[in-house]
């Protein structure tokens, strides 16, 4: 099945309710509607009562909540007997950041010393090398009694919040030897490899890369050989098997490499096809040395979307919503306050230490200007995020740096930092500390982009609905199509 062409997926959401015997039943429907594969939402053991999947806390056994191996293999077997495919999505990028999870578990326990402290992307120089894990509904100094507990887990003693459970390290179970005051469990948690902080403090605290803003959802090291291969055993067992046929690639911004990424996947998977999900802007490309089939379509939608309203009506819209609302800023404006509101409230400490980092590369007397210059460019970047290596950056992605420079000093930023730091940013190669710079910062841009304009920006400029959408922007220079234009595309 696996050279078979992709003419119709369907998509279907697993979960508990709806299993791979569940998706079985329609397979005979599916196939007389025309669908040539079955899309699957993630099947890697996600998250007691996970109703999406992208909460992995075991990329290597497929979910005993979905149904299990055997009921994977008698939804592909059904398939195959209506020529049809099925397609996997997959999450390299995160993994939950909870106890369920063994390797993030191991690394409560063991801290920095860790088999598994390696696969996630944390910050062991910050927070005096304990993990802050911003879990609490409150401070842990304005917690009541009641709140906190000592339980024994299976290895050993652990601290109960609610439904939560954190291991102690054996050798310091002895600070509660029978006792179990919130004083007594305060300072136990004194000596763990973690501090359980206020979820409030996330922005400000957090110490290992999220996906997004998500707390429960912890940054994967896939650029790491043993981290692939750990998290990629379950596809490559199945490919072997032929008991996939395809797969779609989420949050491919997120990843350190994604070229790299992109190339080892296709060397598991052979010639079976690749989709990624990745926001493309107007007028942007795919790179061209991805190995890939394609996107997941968002620029797709968006040519539908044109379709089905014209450019005269559009102008009408404009006019009208100038009128009744005339104190409105223009949407590249509202963009610019939304993306400097996001990185300042959610991402923080992120670029905080990014921030950090470029003033000590530039020895500067004055890192604040630094910080300032390395904000704007970020906020002006006008894509989601550029490619660059170690090896240097290509000419697009330069060009894009030196467009987000002259539009931040447009705005009023301070050229001569501004300039520095674009050129500190665009010479990944000069020395390994220059391109871990770029490397980072490339994915964070991403995550600041979709939280200020999908999420934010959209919702302030609603002039027409239709166009606030992943993949689109309310711009006034967005034109309507014709069927001919249409079909000439």
């Not at 109703?51 to 149904?67: C, K, Q």
Request: proline share 6%; aromatic share 8%.
């Amino acid at each position: 099945m696996a050279n078979d062409p992709v003419t119709a997926t369907y998509r279907l959401q697993l979960h508990a309710g709806f299993q791979f015997d569940d998706a079985r039943r329609i397979v005979p429907y599916l196939h007389a509607l025309g669908i040539s594969h079955l899309y699957l939402s993630p099947i890697a053991r996600a998250r007691r009562g996970s109703t999406h999947g992208y909460d992995v806390v075991d990329p290597t056994r497929i979910s005993e909540a979905l149904g299990g191996q055997q009921g994977y293999e008698a939804l592909v077997a059904s398939c195959r007997a209506q020529g049809m495919g099925v397609v996997l999505d997959i999450v390299p990028n995160h993994m939950a950041a909870h106890e369920e999870n063994p390797w993030w578990r191991d690394v409560l326990l063991r801290g920095e010393e860790s088999q598994f402290a390696g696969y996630f992307d944390i910050h062991w120089d910050e927070a005096d090398g304990r993990l802050f894990l911003p879990v609490l509904g409150k401070p842990l100094e304005a917690l009541a009694p009641a709140e906190l507990s000592v339980v024994q887990g299976d290895a050993g003693l652990e601290i109960a919040y609610y439904d939560r459970r954190f291991p102690l390290r054996p050798d310091t179970e002895r600070l509660l030897d029978g006792k179990s005051t919130l004083s007594d469990i305060q300072d136990a948690l004194a000596s763990q490899h973690y501090v359980l902080g206020y979820w409030g403090d996330a922005a400000e605290r957090v110490n290992y890369r999220r996906f997004f803003d998500i707390n429960d959802l912890v940054g994967v090291r896939v650029e790491r050989p043993e981290v692939f291969t750990a998290t990629h055993a379950l596809l490559g067992q199945l490919a072997d098997a032929d008991l996939v046929d395809g797969v779609r690639v989420d949050h491919v911004d997120g990843l350190r490499d994604p070229a790299s990424y992109l190339q080892q996947l296709r060397d598991l998977l052979g010639d079976r096809p690749i989709w990624v999900e990745k926001i493309l802007d107007r007028d942007e490309l795919l790179p061209a040395a991805w190995p890939v089939e394609g996107t997941t379509g968002y620029e797709f939608l968006g040519v539908i979307d044109r379709l089905l309203f014209d450019t005269e009506g559009l102008a009408d819209l404009h006019r009208w919503y100038a009128d009744v609302a005339p104190d409105v800023e223009a949407f590249p404006d509202i963009v610019w306050a939304c993306k400097e509101e996001v990185l300042s409230e959610h991402f923080r400490t992120e670029f905080d230490h990014l921030a950090s980092a470029a003033g000590r590369l530039l020895e500067t007397p004055e890192p604040q200007r630094i910080h300032e210059a390395l904000r704007e460019l970020t906020i002006a970047l006008p894509r989601y995020r550029t490619y660059g290596t170690a090896d240097g950056l290509s000419d697009e992605d330069g060009e894009l740096i030196g467009a987000a420079a002259s539009e931040a000093m447009a705005r009023g930023a301070q050229p001569g930092s501004v300039s520095d730091v674009a050129e500190l940013l665009c010479t990944p190669m000069a020395e390994p500390a220059r391109a871990e710079l770029l490397l980072r910062w490339q994915q964070l841009t991403g995550p600041i982009a979709a939280k200020g304009v999908e999420d934010t920006a959209m919702y302030r400029d609603n002039r027409l609905l239709s166009v606030n959408e992943v993949g689109r922007s309310p711009r006034e220079d967005a034109p309507g199509l014709t069927v001919d234009e249409f079909h000439a595309m």
